[in-house]
């Protein structure tokens, strides 16, 4: 398994409540990805933090947002939740490598499951 | 941002023939282009990876081509086993942008 780790494991939450989810990168990682994958649907791109900044955003509504912290670790954060919020929200790190233009292997965490009912 | 488009769907072969899916990406700056195993229930593992540098890389019974001309990249899995039944994924982008999986499926 990777050293990346997510909690909580699984969450329940109703609508219009808000959720934070939270990730340790693996260790010498600078760079968080964050996915919400459901349920028979591969990944889709939240947003990405390299070095607390962040690096890139998918198509989400800013009620997704996030934060990476100094040791890299990251938070991501949904505020009002809708039932289609119900998903697999996966971090993943790796370590830029920024000389080559690129970005090295990502390694996932296990997840966390909402469910928003 | 990228543009990742995966195919087939579904794929289901017979035990020991070889299964082979191909992505497209439309991001012409991509270097880095991951293949994903995630079986029912897991997180995705990554199998194979290929930078822009090289065309072609092998592992085992496992290998990946990539065309950066025609952006397009491909996984080969040679003398399937039910054990190589899971969800595929392709990624490309400085983001990891992920197409939308391969179902493989072999028979034993």
């Known amino acids: 398994e990777t050293g990346v780790t997510q909690s909580p494991t699984h969450l329940i939450k109703t609508r219009g409540q808000q959720v934070t989810l939270r990730c340790s990168s693996q260790?010498?990682?600078?760079?968080v990805s964050w996915y919400q994958q459901a349920l028979g649907q591969g990944p889709q791109f939240i947003f990405q933090y390299y070095r607390e900044e962040e690096n890139g955003r998918g198509n989400f509504p800013p009620r997704f947002s996030g934060l990476q912290f100094p040791n890299y670790s990251s938070e991501l954060n949904v505020n009002a939740l809708e039932l289609d919020d119900s998903a697999l929200y996966l971090c993943a790190s790796s370590l830029a490598l920024l000389t080559s233009g690129g970005f090295d292997e990502q390694f996932f965490g296990p997840g966390t499951r909402l469910t928003v009912l | 941002g990228e543009n990742v488009e995966q195919h087939p769907s579904t794929l289901s072969v017979q035990e020991g023939d070889s299964a082979v899916i191909k992505c497209t990406y439309s991001d012409s700056a991509s270097n880095y282009f991951p293949w994903y195993k995630q079986e029912l229930g897991k997180r995705p593992q990554l199998i194979i990876d290929i930078r822009s540098n090289v065309g072609e890389k092998k592992d085992q019974r496992i290998a990946v081509t990539l065309n950066k001309t025609a952006k397009h990249f491909s996984l080969h899995i040679t003398e399937t086993q039910p054990e190589d039944s899971a969800v595929y994924f392709c990624?490309?982008?400085?983001?990891?942008?992920f197409g939308a999986g391969t179902r493989l499926t072999v028979k034993p």
């Open positions: 260790s010498g990682h600078n760079t």
């Open positions: 990624a490309a982008g400085n983001d990891m942008r």
